[in-house]
């Protein structure tokens, strides 16, 4: 009986509109990811048949490509999340990406400002990837239900004033409660994922490697539960330098 009823509770969530969202946002990305990894592959069989060198133009020409759609990759997330959510949540798909796009560089700290100069910062950018648009498009839908609809049926408004206004405001008003309680949310969902990562994931404060390998297991086997790429979703988002030590002499961690 309670396996049914865990099969019934599965099926309803693999089945709700949001996992429905992210299978197309990933599926979209498809051509993202393989390009990346076209990139990579050229650029290592060239190398490694002698066809090109490190000092050659096309090298650095493919290399640059590379480096840069790996490091736009948490912003391409955030964009196509933002859009399949809010389309299929009855938002407009363009505004919702446009909010998590905005408030993604917002609040991962994927763009920062170092002595006046504007640079990109990929590290732990990718933990908000999914975060963010996933919170946009629902305070937006949440938005758009709390405008009211009647407001502009005053006689003193023309009805070519109400006509564009009937179009802008519903759209200002979601967008920026959306935007600006992110400021409110996104600091209590860090304060409770942090108590609750400092005793899970793997530090250089552990004892040993194996600690931190156990760790490692038990999150990537989790995103795997929930039919996440977890050995990729744990490379994104967490450091993973200890996998180059011993965990028995002359076998490295990885």
């Not at 996933?134 to 049926?153: I, Q």
């Not at 070519?160 to 519903?170: G, M, N, T």
């Amino acid at each position: 009986m309670v396996k049914k009823q865990l099969n019934i509770l599965f099926s309803v969530f693999a089945q709700s509109r949001y996992i429905i969202s992210l299978r197309e946002a990933f599926i979209a990305l498809i051509p993202y990811f393989v390009s990346s990894a076209l990139a990579i592959l050229v650029l290592n069989l060239a190398v490694n048949f002698a066809i090109l060198s490190p000092s050659d133009f096309l090298y650095s020409v493919i290399e640059h490509s590379s480096n840069i759609i790996f490091t736009l990759l948490p912003l391409m997330v955030a964009l196509s999340v933002g859009f399949h959510l809010s389309k299929n949540l009855g938002n407009s798909a363009v505004v919702g990406s446009m909010l998590a796009l905005v408030s993604f560089c917002a609040h991962s700290d994927f763009l920062t400002f170092t002595n006046g100069e504007l640079a990109v910062n990929g590290e732990g950018a990718s933990a908000y990837a999914v975060l963010v648009p996933t919170l946009t498009s629902y305070l937006l839908m949440l938005g758009y239900k709390l405008v009211p609809k009647h407001w502009l049926e005053l006689p003193l408004i023309s009805d070519f004033l109400k006509e564009k206004l009937s179009l802008i405001v519903p759209l200002i008003v979601p967008f920026s409660l959306a935007f600006f309680a992110l400021y409110l949310i996104i600091p209590l969902i860090e304060l409770s994922v942090q108590s609750v990562l400092l005793y899970v994931v793997p530090s250089s404060d552990d004892s040993s490697v194996a600690v931190q390998l156990f760790k490692r297991m038990i999150i990537v086997h989790s995103f795997w539960f929930f039919g996440v790429h977890g050995d990729n979703a744990y490379s994104m988002m967490f450091d993973q330098l200890f996998l180059q030590q011993d965990i028995v002499p002359g076998l490295l961690a990885k």
